[in-house]
Structure formats: C-alpha cells, structure tokens
Nanobody
C-alpha cells in the first residue's frame, strides 16, 4: 500500500520556522515530482510549492517565495518543506503530494498520491 505521511507541523509564533517532512512507503518516489499544498479552514486547497523529479526545478506560490523552500530528500523521505518567517495567514493543514510523472505541476489534480496532512498553526 502506497502511503505518504507528513510530519513536522505544530504551533509556532509569527516569524518562526518549521520544517515539514513527507515519509513515503509502498514505493519509491525518486523519479516523481513532489508538491506541497495547504488548506485553511473554510478555504479551498491551494498550491504551496513543487519540485521536479531530480530537484533541478522548483516553483512556489507568490506568497511563499522567499519564505519557503522545497527540497528533495531520500527514498524514504522524498520531499521537505522549510518554512520561515511564518505568518498567521500560513495557518492551515499542509499536504504532501506526488505525481506519477517527474515534471512538477501547480495543479492539485495532477497529483496521484496524497498524504493525510499535518496541521501548522501560526500565532500572532
């Protein structure tokens, strides 16, 4: 059974940092594009960041540029999201996702595997 499990979320003060991890089991995602999405209460899921299969290409939502960094890891933890200068509006459940293809995408519908999410709460 293929699974993605996020970790690293929690409660942090505004201006603080968190590092999210995504653990994979059931298959390797070393040749797959990976992405992070988030969903705040009462809002639609939104794109955060994505990385292609070899880490050579990344893309960020405008509001995350300069504050968040997506990176590739190893087979067990294929992707990370380093979040800095966090703001209260970053509060959301953050999801790790994987594509079958190696090319990154900003569209959630292009991703084939999803984790359960990890809560990030930023207090003011």
């Amino acid at each position: 059974q293929v699974q993605l499990v996020e970790s690293g979320g929690g409660l942090v003060q505004a201006g603080g940092s968190l590092r999210l991890s995504c653990a994979a089991s059931g298959r390797s995602f070393s040749t797959n594009a990976m992405g992070w999405f988030r969903q705040a209460p009462g809002k639609e899921r939104e794109f955060v960041a994505a990385i292609n299969w070899n880490g050579g290409s990344t893309y960020y939502a405008d509001s995350m540029k300069g504050r968040f960094a997506i990176s590739r890891g190893n087979a067990k933890n294929p992707v990370y999201l380093q979040m800095s200068s966090l703001k209260p509006e970053d509060t959301a459940v953050y999801y790790c996702a994987a594509r079958i293809l190696g090319i990154l995408s900003v569209r959630g519908g292009d991703y084939d595997y999803w984790g359960q999410g990890t809560q990030v709460t930023v207090s003011s």
